[in-house]
C-alpha cells in the first residue's frame, strides 16, 4: 500500500515535471528579414510554405520549413502580372487539389490611379513556384477605395471561399471585409459577396487581412485593426457558428488575440491561421523589427497550436 502511494506520488512529479508551461508563439522572428503579411500554407506532403509581401527578396518572397522552426532563406516564386505593376501585397496560397495550387494576390493595375488595387490570382503546379498570374484583375472596387488582402477558405464540407478587405481606409471610408464563394479551381466567383464585419470605432479607422478558420463548431474571423505602421497594429478576431455570420468581434479579455508587448511583438498583425486536417491550428503573422513601426521591416513570427475553444481563441 505504502509502495502504490509512493509510486503514484513519483508518478504525479514526474507528470509535472513533464509539462512546462507550453508557450506557443515563436520566441522572436522565425524569418528575421522583411517579410510582410505572410501567407501560410502546409502542403500535402507536410511541409510548411509561407509567401510575404514584395520586398527586396522578391515580387512574392517564399519561404518553407519541414518543421516549422527552421525557415529557407526567402525566393522569389511569382513571375510579372501582365496588368499589374508595382508592389504585390499580401499573397495567400492554397493548395485546391494535387497539383493545383492558387495564389491570391494583391496588384496595383497599370494607369490606374494610386489606389486602384485589385485582387488577382496566380496558379502553379508546385508550392514552389513559378506562379503565373492571370491576363487580367480579378476582383477591383476602385469606387470604394480598392479590394485587397485576399484570403481563402476551405469551409467543411469543402465549400470554398475567398475573403477580402474593401481598402475603404485609402479615401476616408470603412473598409468592409466580404466574402464570396468560389468554385471547384478555386477563384471562379460565385453567388454574391456579403459583409462580414466592418471596422467599429474601437478598431482605429481599419479592419483588414481576414483569415478564417473552422474549429469544432465555430467559424474564427481573424483580422488586423488599427494603422500598420503603429503599435496599435494587432490581431484580433470575430465569431460565428455559421460560416455567413453574423460575426461577433469578440471583446476583451478574450480579445485582441495579439498586441504589442506580448512575448516581444511589435505591431503584430497580417496573420494567416490555417486549420491542419482538424488536428491543430498554426498561425503566421508579421512584427516590426525595429520595434517602433514598419520602416525597419516586418519579420515573421509563428503560433503553433492556437489555442481555440467555444469561439475563443488564445495564443496560449
Ligand atoms: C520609425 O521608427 C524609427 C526608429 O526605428 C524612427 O527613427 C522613425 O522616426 C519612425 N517613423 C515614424 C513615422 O514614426
Aim: include cysteine.
Amino acid at each position: 500500500m505504502i509502495l502504490t502511494s509512493l509510486i503514484i506520488l513519483l508518478l504525479g512529479a514526474a507528470s509535472a515535471i513533464a509539462s512546462p508551461i507550453k508557450r506557443t508563439i515563436s520566441n522572436g522572428p522565425v524569418i528575421n528579414r522583411d517579410f510582410p503579411d505572410p501567407g501560410l500554407m502546409r502542403d500535402s506532403s507536410g511541409t510548411w510554405y509561407a509567401y510575404s509581401t514584395s520586398s527586396s527578396s522578391g515580387l512574392v518572397p517564399m519561404s518553407k520549413s519541414a518543421d516549422f522552426v527552421t525557415w529557407s532563406t526567402p525566393v522569389n516564386i511569382l513571375s510579372a502580372i501582365p496588368w499589374a505593376d508595382g508592389s504585390v501585397w499580401a499573397p495567400d496560397v492554397r493548395e485546391i487539389t494535387t497539383g493545383h495550387y492558387v495564389m491570391y494576390f494583391t496588384g496595383h493595375r497599370r494607369g490606374g490611379p494610386v489606389n486602384d488595387h485589385c485582387i488577382g490570382i496566380a496558379t502553379s503546379v508546385s508550392p514552389d513556384g513559378l506562379f503565373t498570374a492571370n491576363s487580367n484583375p480579378h476582383i477591383c472596387d476602385l469606387a470604394h477605395g480598392g479590394a485587397i488582402d485576399p484570403s481563402g477558405f476551405e469551409g467543411p464540407g469543402g465549400a470554398l471561399f475567398l475573403l477580402w478587405k474593401v481598402d475603404g481606409n485609402s479615401i476616408g471610408q470603412s473598409t468592409p471585409i466580404m466574402m464570396q464563394p468560389v468554385g471547384a479551381n478555386g477563384f471562379d466567383l460565385l453567388g454574391s459577396p456579403i459583409q462580414l464585419i466592418t471596422n467599429d470605432p474601437i478598431d482605429g479607422g481599419v479592419v483588414e487581412a481576414p483569415s478564417m478558420i473552422f474549429w469544432d463548431g465555430w467559424f474564427y474571423l481573424f483580422f488586423s485593426s488599427n494603422n500598420f505602421n503603429t503599435l496599435f497594429y494587432d490581431i484580433s478576431y470575430a465569431v460565428s457558428q455559421n460560416v455567413a455570420g453574423p460575426f461577433t468581434k469578440v471583446p476583451g479579455p478574450n480579445a485582441p488575440f495579439l498586441t504589442s508587448g506580448t512575448r516581444g511583438t511589435a505591431g503584430p498583425g497580417g496573420a494567416t491561421a490555417i486549420n491542419v486536417l482538424d488536428q491543430f491550428v498554426n498561425m503566421a503573422f508579421h512584427s516590426d523589427i525595429n520595434g517602433e513601426n514598419a520602416s525597419g521591416g516586418r519579420a515573421m513570427w509563428t503560433v503553433s497550436n492556437v489555442c481555440l475553444g467555444g469561439g475563443v481563441a488564445k495564443a496560449c
